[in-house]
């Protein structure tokens, strides 16, 4: 059986992962692919990269139907989007670890939140939203106000005059809460009826729940580094390296 490397970056450093069949024997980060490859302790001759190649158009399988050197990420035409191949390697484990979901699952990167809609475990469709990067950009705080958050889930439209107040009498939390209320008015179409499932940390997920089971959605919590187990097993068994 011979080894092979996996290697992507997860949007905040570069991850390299040696496999033996399916299961890791080594991992290391760095600040870019090259870098988290030469931490390894050997580097294997095969390297499967994440998020390489030309993304594949919605609705497309999460697991590609053909082995290949690299899982790229998925693109949409309209509303123009474009997940990159690390959210779609969560979306994998995800799927692989729930194989009969059928529902939205919302991936919180650092920079993005992505709404995907999952079926038969493709991904349909998605929205993706800048809340994460203006949460940043403006100065805003976790816990979010919930109060602020409800405000801008039923007036969407009063965003920018909302933010300015909270800006002005330094209410942080508020900026949060006005940001997600906002993308959740304008992904209304995700989550109403629906079950949702968060891939994030806990702690960057809390605002998005608690405003969701406010309005009734059943919603889960996934961590997203125990995906991987099930998204490399997928791509191992697929790779034909299982031995």
């Given at each position: 059986?011979?080894?092979?490397?996996?290697?992507?970056?997860?949007?905040?450093?570069?991850?390299?992962?040696?496999?033996?069949?399916?299961?890791?024997?080594?991992?290391?980060?760095?600040?870019?692919?090259?870098?988290?490859?030469?931490?390894?302790?050997?580097?294997?001759?095969?390297?499967?990269?994440?998020?390489?190649?030309?993304?594949?158009?919605?609705?497309?399988?999460?697991?590609?139907?053909?082995?290949?050197?690299?899982?790229?990420?998925?693109?949409?035409?309209?509303?123009?989007?474009?997940?990159?191949?690390?959210?779609?390697?969560?979306?994998?484990?995800?799927?692989?670890?729930?194989?009969?979901?059928?529902?939205?699952?919302?991936?919180?990167?650092?920079?993005?939140?992505?709404?995907?809609?999952?079926?038969?475990?493709?991904?349909?469709?998605?929205?993706?939203f800048l809340t994460p990067r203006l949460m940043t950009a403006l100065g805003g705080t976790l816990p979010a106000d919930m109060d602020a958050l409800a405000d801008s889930l039923s007036r969407p439209e009063r965003l920018a005059t909302h933010l300015r107040s909270a800006e002005v009498?330094?209410?942080?939390?508020?900026?949060?809460?006005?940001?997600?209320?906002?993308?959740?008015?304008?992904?209304?179409?995700?989550?109403?009826?629906?079950?949702?499932?968060?891939?994030?940390?806990?702690?960057?997920?809390?605002?998005?729940?608690?405003?969701?089971?406010?309005?009734?959605?059943?919603?889960?919590?996934?961590?997203?580094?125990?995906?991987?187990?099930?998204?490399?097993?997928?791509?191992?068994?697929?790779?034909?390296?299982?031995?």
């Amino acid at each position: 059986m011979k080894d092979w490397a996996i290697v992507g970056h997860d949007g905040r450093c570069a991850r390299s992962f040696v496999l033996r069949g399916g299961r890791v024997v080594d991992s290391a980060d760095g600040p870019d692919r090259d870098a988290a490859l030469a931490a390894l302790v050997a580097v294997p001759e095969r390297i499967f990269h994440i998020g390489d190649g030309m993304p594949d158009g919605l609705p497309a399988a999460l697991l590609p139907t053909a082995p290949g050197r690299g899982l790229p990420g998925l693109s949409q035409e309209s509303p123009a989007d474009v997940l990159d191949g690390w959210v779609r390697l969560l979306l994998l484990g995800f799927v692989e670890a729930k194989p009969d979901w059928d529902g939205v699952a919302l991936v919180l990167t650092g920079q993005l939140s992505h709404w995907v809609h999952l079926s038969a475990r493709e991904a349909v469709s998605c929205q993706s939203f800048l809340t994460p990067r203006l949460m940043t950009a403006l100065g805003g705080t976790l816990p979010a106000d919930m109060d602020a958050l409800a405000d801008s889930l039923s007036r969407p439209e009063r965003l920018a005059t909302h933010l300015r107040s909270a800006e002005v009498t330094g209410q942080t939390g508020a900026i949060t809460g006005h940001l997600i209320g906002a993308e959740l008015a304008a992904a209304r179409p995700y989550w109403l009826g629906q079950s949702v499932a968060i891939i994030a940390p806990d702690t960057a997920a809390a605002g998005h729940v608690e405003a969701l089971e406010a309005q009734g959605v059943p919603v889960t919590v996934e961590s997203p580094e125990p995906l991987l187990a099930p998204a490399f097993a997928a791509l191992t068994t697929q790779q034909g390296t299982r031995g």
